[in-house]
């Protein structure tokens, strides 16, 4: 069991992950197995996010005074989250495909851009295309334009 020193760095650890990121998603898992936690943390790492089992009041607390305050409140059962300083949608979209997989794994909320948004918003993030994918199609449509304004 933790020392009451060792809950204080963890609390302060998360507040300060949770200060610093405007992307988070909260979720739930029941019945894990340690193989499967070790997969999942493997690929949110792998897309650049952070993975954390969290107590539900633990949360709570450090997220006061985030942009995540209002998706912490109220947590029930099993908790972890999953957040990014970059990409939301490369982790939405990791997390969605182990969910596929791993019917355990559920989404209970989450936060992109500071804002607070549901479990159908999240999926609506993750079947996004990729940032490249969205960059090369302006691109392509810059060079479309430019070269019907040098016909002309």
Known sequence: MKKKDEKKKDLEALREGLKKTKNVFI???????????YELRKTVRGVGGHYQVVKNNIAAKA????????????????TSIAYTFD????????LQAYAKTNPQFTFKAG??????????????????????????????????RRSAWYRQ
């Open 63 to 78: 997220s006061e005074g985030t942009p995540s305050e209002k998706a912490m409140q109220d947590l029930r059962g099993m």
């Open 111 to 144: 936060v992109v851009e500071g804002r607070v948004v549901d479990v159908s918003s999240i999926n609506d993030l993750a079947s996004m295309p990729p940032k490249e994918q969205i960059f090369a199609k302006l691109l392509y449509l810059s060079m479309l």
């Open 27 to 37: 979720t739930g898992f029941e019945k894990m197995k340690v193989a499967q936690d």
């Open 87 to 94: 990409d939301p949608v490369a982790l939405a979209k990791a």
